[in-house]
């Protein structure tokens, strides 16, 4: 699903312009990014969390030419996803 379908879908259900619609979902995306920026975890109650893994500064290798580079220090996103997200896809269950 893309944004923009994800954004028709929620105007079709809850029967909003699609303008409102994707300024709600422009919202959440905003912020969820925002609080990342600023090193928060963000926990989605059934669905999973977003969070921040700090990777130190290492040691790396080219791989084409087999020289050793540097890597600098870094952070990743990460999401997990929740018990109750993993239970649905498992089970392939449609319900919303």
């Not at 905003?30 to 920026?37: F, M």
């Not at 990777?55 to 084409?64: D, Q, S, T, V």
Request: proline share 1%.
């Amino acid at each position: 699903m893309t944004k923009s379908q994800l954004i028709t879908l929620i105007a079709q259900q809850l029967k909003l312009s699609r303008k409102d619609a994707e300024s709600a979902v422009e919202a959440v995306f905003d912020s969820i990014a925002h609080s990342l920026e600023t090193g928060r975890r963000v926990e989605l109650r059934g669905f999973g969390s977003f969070g921040l893994k700090e990777r130190r500064e290492r040691a790396g290798r080219n791989p084409k030419t087999g020289e050793s580079v540097a890597v600098e220090a870094k952070r990743i996103l990460f999401f997990k996803a929740g018990k109750a997200l993993k239970e649905r896809v498992d089970h392939g269950s449609t319900e919303i």
